[in-house]
């Protein structure tokens, strides 16, 4: 497998930079309380999810050749067009889990981190059908080490649209090793930084059918811009 550094150029958008940036989007998990997985769902022009939320990745980071995608194992890929998946063309690398024990997107992190060590890593859950690029350039210029993600208006951490370091991922590791498998928790212990999103929308959570419904809507009143 083969990972390519992105440069610090890429994530400058202020006085903040990061290095050795690697974009995963996380779809690997069953969505068991939606009942179809979340990056198969049609977005408001009809396309999967996951082709919109990779196209804004390649958007907000258009100097990286190489963006991964986590699943669960091969057999997921069969279900997704990385090839034809965004605009511009580049190049999807998929990072499969590397436990068979169901952890839900824990495991991507994990087997991202354990493909490379050294990495950080700017991690999109596909949770966030109203995500846009603006969304990640504020993620990337506002990341503080060695953990920082959004937090909505009622307090809960989105430890799935984030930015992780090694030291991070590595005591997310530890703690699910010791049977603590919830991110958010990992963020806490490390004081993480809490970003505000300057567009709620951006981090609407979809969790079930009502709420993809209610976030499509928002997509095709246009209160949700591509860019």
């Known amino acids: 497998m083969r990972f390519i550094?992105?440069?610090?150029?890429?994530?400058?958008?202020?006085?903040?930079?990061?290095?050795?940036?690697?974009?995963?989007?996380?779809?690997?998990?069953?969505s068991?309380?939606?009942?179809?997985?979340?990056?198969?769902?049609p977005h408001s022009d009809g396309r999967p999810a996951y082709q919109h939320t990779l196209e804004h990745l390649v958007n907000a980071l258009p100097l990286t050749d190489t963006f991964y995608i986590s699943l669960r194992d091969e057999?997921?890929?069969?279900?997704?067009?990385l090839a034809g998946s965004h605009k511009i063309?580049?190049?999807?690398?998929?990072?499969?889990?590397?436990?068979?024990?169901?952890?839900?997107?824990?495991?991507?992190?994990?087997?991202?981190?354990?493909?490379?060590?050294?990495?950080?890593?700017?991690i999109v859950g596909c949770d966030y059908p109203l995500l846009t690029a603006h969304t990640l350039q504020q993620l990337m210029r506002e990341y503080v080490p060695p953990v920082t993600c959004f937090g909505n208006e009622q307090g809960l951490l989105e430890?799935?649209?984030?930015?992780w370091s090694p030291r991070a991922l590595g005591r997310l590791a530890e703690n699910v090793a010791a049977g603590k498998c919830g991110p958010s928790m990992t963020v806490e212990?490390?004081?993480?930084?809490?970003?505000?999103?300057?567009?709620?929308n951006w981090i609407f959570g979809a969790n079930t059918t009502e709420d993809w419904g209610a976030a499509m809507?928002?997509?095709?009143?246009?209160?949700n811009p591509s860019a």
Not at 194 to 200: A, G, N, Q, R, V
Not at 217 to 223: D, E, P, Q, Y
Request: net charge negative; glycine share 8%; charged share 20%.
């Open 75 to 81: 057999d997921q890929t069969l279900e997704m067009d």
């Open 159 to 163: 430890p799935l649209l984030a930015i």
């Open 89 to 122: 063309s580049k190049h999807i690398e998929p990072i499969y889990d590397s436990t068979s024990v169901p952890l839900g997107p824990v495991a991507g992190l994990i087997a991202a981190h354990i493909c490379a060590p050294s990495a950080t890593w700017l």
């Open 189 to 200: 212990e490390l004081d993480g930084k809490i970003l505000t999103p300057h567009d709620e």
């Open 32 to 41: 068991t309380r939606k009942g179809t997985p979340k990056h198969l769902m």
């Open 5 to 30: 550094d992105v440069h610090a150029s890429e994530a400058r958008t202020g006085s903040a930079m990061t290095h050795n940036i690697k974009p995963l989007f996380i779809a690997g998990g069953f």
């Open 217 to 223: 809507s928002i997509a095709k009143l246009g209160a």
